[in-house]
């Protein structure tokens, strides 16, 4: 069992270009999520999905798209890359039942530098 | 809107030392709240949580937090420290009506000295 799995580790991107995290679960889970972590601001939702086909924006959902094709994997995609996109990029998933929906399961994370 | 507030962005103490890491909350519907921990260069891992029922709620490593509705508070205390508790510490919480809205607060980074 994987867990949560994200690739790359790490990508350098130069301004204007395109890139897409992975993220991919193993553990059947409804829920999935995708954060940024900058320093002095916690986590911060970009957006979210609560099944196959279903995705909805979080806090900060701007330069982002997401799709959920299948329950395992949710990529986030980064459409033309700014310096302001510079962080590091968390994928979380949880249970849709009622006693696993309270604990998000954590990627190891993708550290992202836009030159 | 919920929001989270971590009052200390860093905490150093003495091994074997106690601490205290303080969190306070706002929201105008009920909350879940949850302590996260992050390793150096890891993702984060849940700590321990209050769902509701004793307010003073325990993890396995010896971490506690007590839920204090009229102070909107949920302070996360250890008595005594080691070296391995070396972390950035997240405090959260979750609207009872919304199963993938978590909100964070912005971390205290907690330095242990030997």
């Known amino acids: 069992n994987a867990g949560v799995t994200q690739t790359p580790k790490f990508q350098v991107l130069k301004t204007g270009q395109s890139m897409t995290l992975q993220c991919a679960q193993d553990?059947?889970?409804?829920?999935m999520s995708w954060y940024r972590q900058d320093p002095g601001m916690g986590l911060r939702l970009i957006h979210y999905?609560?099944?196959?086909?279903?995705?909805d924006q979080g806090e900060v959902p701007n330069g982002y798209n997401v799709s959920r094709s299948t329950t395992e994997d949710f990529p986030l995609r980064l459409l033309s890359a700014a310096p302001s996109q510079t962080s590091v990029y968390f994928c979380?998933?949880?249970?849709?039942?009622?006693?696993?929906?309270?604990?998000?399961?954590f990627g190891p994370g993708t550290r992202l530098t836009v030159t | 809107a919920q929001s989270v507030t971590q009052l200390d962005s860093q905490v150093p103490v003495f091994e074997e030392a106690p601490v205290e890491l303080r969190c306070n909350y706002s929201?105008?519907?009920?909350?879940?709240l949850f302590w996260y921990v992050q390793y150096p260069n890891q993702g984060l891992q849940l700590l321990l949580k209050?769902?509701?029922?004793?307010?003073l709620v325990e993890s396995i490593n010896g971490f506690e937090a007590e839920f204090n509705k009229s102070q909107t508070s949920f302070h996360l205390r250890k008595p005594s420290v080691h070296i391995s508790d070396t972390a950035e510490y997240f405090c959260a919480v979750r609207p009872y009506s919304s199963a993938s809205k978590i909100i964070f607060g912005s971390g205290t980074r907690l330095s242990i000295r030997p």
């Open positions: 999905s609560v099944g196959a086909g279903i995705t």
């Open positions: 979380a998933s949880s249970s849709g039942t009622s006693g696993g929906v309270f604990e998000q399961y």
């Open positions: 209050y769902l509701s029922g004793s307010t």
């Open positions: 553990m059947n889970h409804e829920y």
């Open positions: 929201s105008s519907v009920s909350v879940y």
